[in-house]
Structures are given as structure tokens and as C-alpha cells.
């Protein structure tokens, strides 16, 4: 136990992480745009990836079985009905105002994943870990340096 | 203008293609004489916000190459406009905003493309409600629209431009959207044919969104069979648009010829109740009429929500909206603030120089019933009245082949009679906004006139029953020649 942490009897520390891992597709969620690593900046951005007026978003196939075969790797619930929502904010990186996301049925939900302390002999204080409660499909429209799929 | 040219602005397309076939005239000749025209009477107006003349030359002269040939598609020569609202290559898309004045699109919206690939020719972009929110053309930053019947009346709205300019024969037909009506109630004040399909018979890639759920491209015409024509063309499954229907494109100038002997035709008792204007009831009821000597049956139906439509659509449309126009921030395109101090002032003063006051107005609606602690007694309320409002549907087309009524609940209002008065101005769509909520094809039909003002018939069918309104419409125009008639000042 660290200096200076002191845990009362009775609770217990549980601890959350948001892990962003991305999904090795070929294009981008929403656009046939290229995810090639170490491109020239601005050279893998479409019309539907500025956010121009009147564009539609289309949603990779590929994004679905990734997420998916993610999903059944860490023995979650894959939803039959997954539902996208929009995130409304300013921001510049942000072309259209929004992101599109998941809230309410998200693809996966409910995963475990199991894990030892470092030292793996002691069994008997390996941890249990839920890492996974709910996947959101993000969109991230920044123009980035990895313009990958992220999850 | 010579003989010739004034014989072919009054044809239809199915008319001028038969004259381009014959070799009577070229598409080149056609479309001069048109945009010779639009010059002469568009000032009149304001139907049109651009006019491509150089565009439309080098597109006619390539559909006349191609018909010397044996190359030319179903639309080879002949002329078009387009709603401002459709993305077009290389010519300014501008919805009708200062916001989007300075716009060039660098793509063809699939609409602008698929009636390209066929052959038509465009004129122009025409003018509309500002990101066509409106139903008078008023709210356009460019000016408001006139109506050919009157000059100091309204053409209604959004696709106000796209009305008047067929109405007064600058053009044959145009395209259109309609969120709430915006394409059958400018029919209907106007004296021409308005078709709304249903939500996902067109491609909505490229045109830009308002409410991207209830949205739906279509076409202003003077004839069923000229709206027939043009439908076959747009509708069909785009990959670009998930919401589009991967669904065969029936042939709708084949089915506009049966007859309409054994239809049955559902007549709402809510639609004739007050609000409507009794001159324009008695108008409708005359063209049910003749439906019915035509060997149709007329049913009583009932859509016990109807009244609801209204306020759903108010809560639904700029809900969608405030999302959908939050990409016009001043940074990528479009209108931007000048000296802006840092990146609020930025947004802040982009947006409230580029929006007028109802696109403004529909935003700040739309944010608050978003918001967190109102989203579900106002969005998800207005989503579970839709589904009434779609159920009460189901339950009339288990009966009836088409319903029939009034379009809009009177004839052209006059210029600033509403325009400060917004909820008076909403009910103009109360008979219309209905099949947007359910997503069900919807028409407007002239069927006479009121103090010299065309009234519409109102017609709406089941999804995709398309070839029903069609149809209707057709042996409706074939017993009767409103939509011949042309506004004095443009014969």
C-alpha cells in the first residue's frame, strides 16, 4: 500500500480505466477514406471526413466484425440492435459539431478479461478484472498523425 | 422571341422530348430560348438565385451530340433546375443563407449526378427558404420568391423558387425537398404537380440536411406524367446514403395508364373541419369527385393524432436541426466572422451573422428539447406521438388505396401577411407534415382556383406507392386541364 493511502475497512478500491484500442481496418468508420499509417497530413480526408454540407456518413462493415469478434474474445454481450448517437459540441477538430457515438445499446457490452499480478506464481492474488463495460465506437475526426479506428 | 420558342416553354417534358426526337428543335435552342426567358421574366420573381448559362450551353451541346449518336438518356436535352439545396460541382450551393453565399461545392449531390448521367440540361439553382425552413420563401437571404398568380402573393415554401419558376414556364421542372410539405404546399399555391416520395425512395447524399429523418428529395412539374418521368431517374438505392431503399425502381411512366376504376380513396373528416379555408374545401371535394366518376370509391378514414402533428414536427425538425447545422461554425466553410477575438467570439458571431432569425430561432428550439432534463418529456415524446401518427396511417391503408384532401388549408397568402407570426405560419403545413412523420410518399395536384389562386389536391399513399399517386394524378389531369392553365404576365 502506498504512503499516505489509507482504506477504511469495509470499502474496497475499485478502479475504472477508458481504454481507446483501435481496430486495424483499411478505412475509416464512416468513410472510405485510407487509415494507412504515416501518410502525409491531410492526404486521407474525404468530403464525409470535413463534415462538407450535405454529406452522409456510411458505416464500415468491417468496424462491425472487428468489434464483434472484440466482443466474443472477452466473452461479452453483442447486441443483435446497436445504435449510434450524436455528441453535440464545439470544438475545431470537430467538423460537423458532433461525434458520432454510442450511448444506449452500444455494440458490446459485459466483457471480463482475467489477469495476474506481475509476478505470476503468487495464483492466489491474481486479480479478476472487468475491463469491459461498454464499447463506444468513436469517431475521431481530428486530423490526426494515426488516423486509425478507434474504439 | 420567335414562334417556335414560345410554343416550347409551354410543352412538358414528355412534349419537348418528343420535339427533341423529331428533330423539331435541338437542346441547344431549347434551353437558349429558355434561359433567354428566365432573363427576361425571372426579375419578376427571384426564382432563381444562379443561373448557369454557360454550363447549361456546353449540356445541351453535348446532349445534342449524344442524340446524333443514338447516345442520349431518358433526360437527353432537356431542362431542369435544381433546389438550392443540392450540392453542385464547380456552381455556388448556397440553401438560401448568407451563410453558405460564398459556398462553391467541390461534388455533385447523387440527385444532381443521376439526372446529369441522364441527360438533362440545368438552368439554375433556385431560391428557397433559408436551409429551407420556412413556407413562404420569406426567410431566404436573398429575397423573397413571387408568385406567378399574383405578384405580391407568396409562392409558399421552402422549394418556393423551384414552384414559381415551373409555374411561370421558366422551366419545365425542378427539383425539390420537403421536410414538412416543403414541396407539395409550394405546388399547391402555385398550380403545379409536387411529389414527395417516400423516405428513402431518393438518395439524400449531397442535398443538405435539415432533418435528416423526416427529409426527402422530389420534383416540381406541371404534369403527373412529367413528375413520372423524372421519378425514375432519381429514386433508387445510393450506397452513400444508408437510409436510401435497395428496392427495384418501378416503372412509373408505364403505371401512370391504369386506370383508376376500383381505388379505393380515403377522405380524413378532420381534414375538412375548420381551418380550412371553404372555398378551397369545396375545391377539393369537386376533384375527389371526379376521382370518383372515374370509377374510384371514396371511404371515410379516420387519423384520430392528426392534430398532434403539428407540435411533434416542432419538436422532431429543429431538434435534428441544432444537430445538423452545427457544422456551419465559421471554420472549414461558409460564412466567417472577420477580426474574431478567440474561438467563441469566432462561432458566436460566424453563426449570428450567417443565420437569420428562423434558422436561429429552430436551433435554440431544437438545443433545449435536446438538452439533458427536457430530452425525454420533449425528443422522446415527439418520437412516441410519430409512431401514433404512423400507426393511424397502417390502420387507413389497410382500407384504402390513397388518401385525398386539401394540400394547404388556403390559397397564396400575401407577402409579410404571416411572416412575424411563426405558429400561423406552422399550421400552412398541418395537412402535409403527417406523411413526412410516417415517411409516406405524398403529392400535390392543382385542382382549381379561389380568387384566381390554385388550390391542391392533396394525395398521399402507402410506402412506396408512388405509382398510385402517380397514377391518381395522371387520370386526374387527363379529365381535367388546371395544371394547363398559366398565370397572365407569363403566357
Redesign the interface.
Known sequence: MPRGVQVNAGWEVVIGLEVHAQLATRSKIFSGASTAYGAEPNTQAC?VD??????????NEEVVRMATMFGLAVNATVAPRSVFA?K?Y?Y?DL????QISQFELPIVEHGELFIADADGRKKELALRARILRRMRANRFTKVSTNPRVLI | MSDTSQQLYAQSMTELAAGLDAGEFTSVELTRSLLERIGELDAKLNALVTVTTDEALAAASRADEARATGNGGPLSGLPIIHKDI??TRGVK?T?GSRM?DN?I???D?TVVEKLADAGAVVLGKANMDEFAMGSSNETSYFGPVRNPWDLECSPGGSSGGSAAAVAARLVPAATGTDTGGSIRQPAALTGTVGIKPTYGRVS??????FASSLDQAGLITRSAEDAARLLGVMAGFD????TSIDRPVPDYSGAINEPVKGLRVGIVRQHFDEGLDPQCAVRVKEAIAVLESLGATAVEVDLPNLDLSVPTYYVVAPAEC??NL????G????HRAENAED?LDL?CRSRGEGFGDEVKRRIMTGTYV?SAGYYDAYYLKAQQVRHLIADDFKKAFSDVDVIAGPTAPSPAFRLGEKVDDPITMYLNDIYTIGANLAGLPGMSVPCGFVDDLPVGLHLVGAHFAEETLLRCAHQYQQHTDWHKRCPEGFK
Open positions: 468530403l470535413l463534415g462538407y454540407p450535405g454529406v452522409l456518413p456510411v458505416l450524436r453535440n464545439f475545431p467538423p460537423k459539431g458532433y | 443540392f450540392c450551393t440553401c453558405l459556398f461545392s467541390p461534388y449531390a439524400r447524399y449531397g442535398m443538405i440536411a450506397e452513400r446514403d444508408s441544432s444537430s452545427s457544422r456551419f461554425d471554420v472549414r466553410f461558409g474561438l462561432y435536446l
